[in-house]
């Protein structure tokens, strides 16, 4: 149980386009998914905390309009990223938390998505 | 500096040997989780130890937590070269539901 899928698993896009990538929590429903960015050989860095039917709780430094989160349903969360350019390159991981978990705050995260702009 | 330090960033090991890596942070928390993450791959979960444990086993891993110190460790004991991959902890702080990562280890078992 507790699994978490991303789709895309990888994407190459032209600069200046959006990207969006899917996460869904695929046998539980999800209150609560975050959204990380890790650049290569660095380590995760939390972008936005994202509660099903509000607006997402973004950390400082990263920017709510060029990455737009929309958490729509207790089981998917999207992170689009507007005008994507080649500093935006980076793995993308999301994490959900599920009121089964035997422990409080536990995350489950998704396999990633490798993202490439051109 | 962030929460979550790890040391060393670098290990490298022979078979058959044990392997350590220490994380330190900085605010009160509720648990603490450690993580494996092969290259370009994703995150494995490892094990989990809460505020009030001490110590920890799950096969071959022992992590120990020292919340007066505001440190852990995982051990890896009869390392494999399949243990290759880096290693993060993640801390979970009290009263917020977010995970802060340390800055991982990256551990080289060599056959």
């Known amino acids: 149980g507790a699994v978490v899928s991303q789709h895309p698993s990888w994407v190459i896009c032209k600069s200046g386009t959006s990207v969006k990538i899917e996460c869904r929590s695929l046998?539980?429903?999800?209150?609560?998914m975050f959204w990380y960015r890790q650049f290569p050989k660095q380590s995760l860095m939390l972008m936005a905390t994202?509660?099903?039917?509000?607006?997402?709780?973004?950390e400082q430094g990263v920017e709510k309009d060029k990455f737009l989160i929309n958490h729509a349903s207790l089981t998917l969360s999207t992170l689009t990223v507007t005008s994507a350019h080649p500093e935006d390159s980076s793995f993308y991981i999301c994490?959900?938390?599920?009121?089964?978990?035997?422990?409080?705050?536990?995350?489950?995260f998704g396999p990633g998505t490798r993202l490439t702009v051109l | 500096s962030q929460q979550g330090e790890e040391d060393p960033q670098a290990l490298s090991i022979q078979e058959g040997e044990n392997a350590t890596m220490n994380c330190s942070y900085k605010?009160?928390?509720?648990?603490l989780q450690w993580y494996r993450q092969n290259s370009g791959r994703g995150l494995v979960h490892l094990i989990l130890?809460?505020?009030?444990?001490r110590e920890k086993h799950s096969g071959r891993l022992r992590v120990t937590l020292d919340t007066s110190k505001k440190s852990s460790s995982l051990l890896i004991t009869a390392s494999r070269a399949a243990d290759t991959a880096s290693y993060f902890c993640?801390?979970?702080?009290?009263?917020?539901?977010?995970?802060?990562f340390g800055d991982g280890t990256t551990l080289t078992v060599k056959p």
């Open positions: 994490s959900a938390t599920s009121p089964l978990a035997k422990e409080p705050n536990e995350q489950f």
């Open positions: 130890i809460r505020s009030n444990e």
């Open positions: 993640a801390t979970v702080e009290t009263n917020a539901g977010k995970s802060t």
């Open positions: 605010t009160s928390i509720n648990n």
């Open positions: 046998d539980f429903q999800a209150t609560t």
């Open positions: 994202s509660n099903e039917g509000s607006k997402a709780t973004y």
